[in-house]
């Protein structure tokens, strides 16, 4: 199961959002309030769902300016990954976030809602991080 933003215009160039995507300090900025347990270094990061669970993260794949795979970091209820594109425009560039999971019929209907807000809220405070 697929979820994604829109490609979102931002006016800031790849490098800038490149580099605030690459480290996993800043990702607290773009997550939903209903987290605790936040810790982060520049390579993981692993926080707590209100009535989800705990979620930990790494960098699977990085490529400067364009692109950058996340994946679980430890054990995890379901496999998932997230992808950033990053693609130059003419003034600043446009960024789309894709998180995959692969889900059972039962997990999907758990968590189909819950992970689409998960997107969703991403793309929210990413325009207004970059607005």
Same mark, same amino acid.
């Given at each position: 199961m697929t979820f994604q933003t829109p490609e979102i215009e931002l006016h800031k160039s790849a490098e800038e959002v490149y580099a605030f995507f690459s480290d996993f300090n800043n990702f607290k900025k773009i997550l939903p309030d209903n987290i605790s347990d936040w810790q982060a270094d520049a390579d993981h990061c692993s926080f707590t769902f209100k009535n989800?669970? #705990?979620m930990a993260l790494?960098?699977?794949?990085k490529t400067p300016f364009t692109f950058l795979k996340i994946i679980p970091h430890g054990k995890a209820p379901f496999e998932y990954f997230m992808t950033c594109n990053i693609t130059t425009q003419e003034i600043g560039?446009?960024? #789309?976030?894709?998180f995959d999971a692969s889900l059972n019929p039962f997990m999907k209907m758990m968590a189909e809602k819950p992970l689409s807000k998960f997107v969703g809220i991403i793309e929210e405070k990413i325009r207004?991080?970059?607005?």
């Open positions: 989800m669970g #705990k790494k960098f699977e794949e560039c446009k960024v #789309k976030i894709t207004e991080i970059f607005g």
